[in-house]
């Protein structure tokens, strides 16, 4: 009976690391289910790439964070998807300035495949606190 208990208070200590080690389970704090790696690039601009979802708000929800916690940007400021979806790659490129060639009006979409597309940061980190994203969707 004594070993059982000892299991037990084991299982109880480990379960939340195991959970947070493999991606599943109750998470603690801000820990998004995919992985976003943004990398500067010599232009201004900065490429997205994702690792466990290609879906759109991955992409805008690393830009975003990225610019907020790391470039310490205020949340108002705009950024422009400059390089649309690149599947091969699975990267989006985005920059802080209207890109030449893209389309400025006033969108509601949250689409990557276009250039000129264009979020605040705020609204793009927003998209790290989407529901579905915890289930890997």
């Known amino acids: 009976m004594r070993l059982f208990k000892m299991f037990g208070i084991g299982v109880l200590v480990l379960a939340p690391a195991l959970a947070q080690a493999t991606g599943f389970g109750i998470r603690y704090g801000f ?3 995919f992985r976003a790696i943004v990398t500067p690039l010599d232009n201004g601009n900065y490429r997205v790439a994702t690792q466990g979802s290609s879906a759109a708000v ?3 929800c690393g830009i975003g964070d990225f610019a907020i916690r790391t470039l310490g ?6 950024i422009y998807v400059s390089r649309a979806y690149e599947k091969q790659t699975r990267t ?7 890109p030449e060639g893209g389309n400025p009006k006033k969108s509601y979409s949250i689409t990557v495949s276009r250039v000129g597309e264009s979020m605040s940061a705020a609204g793009a980190q927003s998209h790290c606190y989407d529901d579905f994203m915890g289930f890997n969707f």
């Open 31 to 33: 820990n998004p289910g």
């Open 58 to 60: 991955a992409y805008w």
């Open 73 to 78: 940007l205020q949340t108002s400021q705009k």
């Open 92 to 98: 989006v490129e985005f920059s802080l300035s209207p």
